[in-house]
């Protein structure tokens, strides 16, 4: 059985840095390429970030130079260290999981909430 499980989300003040972490089971984890995603209220999901099997990441404009994202195979985790947090960073935050072996092979995890309020 496949899980992704996001962890690390809360209340931050603007300004602030949070870390969320992704722990994936199941899977062959170094075959996937791995992202988060976020959805606001009212909005449609966007992608945050990706990073791929040999580590080559990319970002949306909206996060680029606060947001990084990372992986650690050996621990079949990936993170997103977010700073500088901004009120519109307000979001419930996805875990992604796409294989590159596998066509249709992609799953979610079920969302940590982040909220950036004073």
């Known amino acids: 059985q496949v899980q992704l499980v996001e962890s690390g989300g809360g209340l931050v003040q603007p300004g602030g840095s949070l870390k969320l972490s992704c722990a994936a089971s199941?899977?062959?984890?170094?075959?996937?390429?791995m992202g988060w995603y976020r959805q606001a209220p009212g909005k449609q999901r966007e992608l945050v970030a990706v990073i791929g099997t040999v580590g080559f990441t990319n970002y949306a404009d909206s996060v680029k130079g606060r947001f990084t994202i990372s992986r650690d195979n050996a621990k079949n985790t990936v993170y997103l260290q977010m700073n500088s947090l901004k009120p519109e960073d307000t979001a419930v935050y996805y875990c992604?999981?796409?294989?590159?072996?596998?066509?249709?092979?992609?799953?979610w995890g079920q969302g940590t909430q982040v909220t950036v309020s004073s």
């Open positions: 992604h999981a796409v294989s590159t072996r596998v066509v249709g092979s992609v799953y």
């Open positions: 199941g899977i062959i984890f170094s075959i996937y390429t």
